[in-house]
Nanobody, 123 residues
Framework: QLQLVESGGGLVQSGGSLRLSCAAS????????MGWFRQAPGKEREFVAG????????YYGDSVKGRFTISRDNAKNTVDLQMVSLKPEDTAVYYC????????????????WGQGTQVTVSS
């Protein structure tokens, strides 16, 4: 098992910033590609950002390109999501997910999930 714990969520005004962090334990973190997903009430879980095990390639959902940045530190077993220029439509529970083979862009391909952290953006 790879245990994932997200932190950093909260309430922020439109246009503000937040930094989410996901801490991993239990297995060799550097073997896993990582992704951030989000789920708003009544909606399906959607891909936000992904990063290869090496950190050399990153991927973003269309709605967050240019505003969100994913990064990882394999020495600290963490993956972060820096979010700027937040909008009310970014309000959701944010989850980090790990996948052993390939960057997880489809929630169905994630091997391990964190418990999620709430992000609320007020207008």
């Amino acid at each position: 098992q790879l245990q994932l714990v997200e932190s950093g969520g909260g309430l922020v005004q439109s246009g503000g910033s937040l930094r989410l962090s996901c801490a991993a334990s239990g297995r060799t973190f550097s073997l896993y590609a990582m992704g951030w997903f989000r789920q708003a009430p009544g909606k399906e879980r959607e891909f936000v950002a992904g990063i290869k095990w090496s950190g050399t390639s990153t991927y973003y959902g269309d709605s967050v390109k240019g505003r969100f940045t994913i990064s990882r530190d394999n020495a600290k077993n963490t993956v972060d999501l820096q979010m700027v220029s937040l909008k009310p439509e970014d309000t959701a529970v944010y989850y980090c997910g790990a996948r052993r083979v390939g960057v997880p862009k489809d929630p169905a391909t994630v091997d391990f999930w964190g418990q999620g952290t709430q992000v609320t953006v007020s207008s």
